[in-house]
């Protein structure tokens, strides 16, 4: 080989995820200015929302209601279409080499007041108590026997999955545990067999000193643009204090959350054009089995720029085009 040939810029830079193991195709698109586009804004009349009108479009009575006394600031109702029912959880369908159970669980929606109110339009205290009412359901949900992993999600925008405008989250009480959870969690306990030590909690202190991806932080939260992100913009909070238990942290410790959360989705809003994105809670699953010790919750935020191409759905291998470097100075500033 000539030495000019290593003179030659890589083309790309394929990163590994030190929890999936996933790699990560890095391909900035060179001499090509970047435009975000917006999400679409799909308009739905106040009178036509199901979510304003909460008994006329035949929704059910709510299971928690913010404040208890006088209006409402938030109410979680059970999902009038609900992806899991009622059911035996614990038959196992077999038939030759297939496997099958019957979809058990809950399935609820965090509502918000407000009909026209943007996630980022929300105060840190407002952010709080919807992390409130995620916590509460959730410590109800997990007594139930079924009940093996609650997944807590919302979709904003048409593009990330999000049927309806009007503010809202999910709660999906599974018998199961979800593949992407289950893929993490075994991620970070082969982490903690050979090391014993939280791998996130290392990735954390590795940031800390690179100071290249942490976009900001307050007494018990930091937040991250992850080292192998898989989309553009992928943005990570983690509370500092090791707990692999969402449904354990304090009011003091949900506060600071918040104020993270804030921060994210404020600084999508205002230096992406308002992109669609989902974020969700990986948490420790649900039970009685309290042997997750080595996870660290954390919440991931995936904006939605673009559909993602043939080369992804084919190969399960993601494709950036903006480092989590650069993604992070212009998040921070
Ligand atoms: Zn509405
Ligand atoms: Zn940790």
Known sequence: MTSKKFKV???????????FGDWVLLAPLRGKR????????VKLPKNKCPFDNL?????????????????????VIPNKYPAVGHGECSLIFKNGIYKSRLGVGFHEIVILRDHDRYLAQYSVLEIKKILMAYRERYLSLTKDKCVKYISIFHNHGKEAGSTVPHLHSQILAL????????????GS???YHEYKKCIHCEMLRQEAKDKKRIIYE???????????????FETRIFPKKHSAYFERMSD??????????????????????DPAFNFFIHTAPSGKNHDYNHYHWHMEILPKFETTGSVELGTGLSIISITPEEAAKILSK
């Open 9 to 19: 810029k890589p083309i790309s830079e394929l990163r590994q995820d030190p929890v």
């Open 34 to 41: 970047h435009e975000f586009k917006g999400r679409v804004k």
């Open 55 to 75: 008994s006329k479009f035949g929704n059910l009575p709510p299971v928690l209601v913010y404040p208890a006394k006088r209006g409402w600031f938030l109410q």
């Open 175 to 186: 018998p199961i545990v979800p593949p992407d959870v289950s893929h993490s969690i075994n």
């Open 189 to 191: 306990r082969r982490y």
């Open 218 to 232: 307050n007494n018990d939260a930091i937040v991250v643009i992850p080292f192998a992100s898989k989309v553009n």
């Open 252 to 273: 003091s410790e949900l506060l600071s959350f918040a104020d993270a959360m804030r921060f994210v989705f404020f600084g999508l809003y205002k230096k992406l054009k």
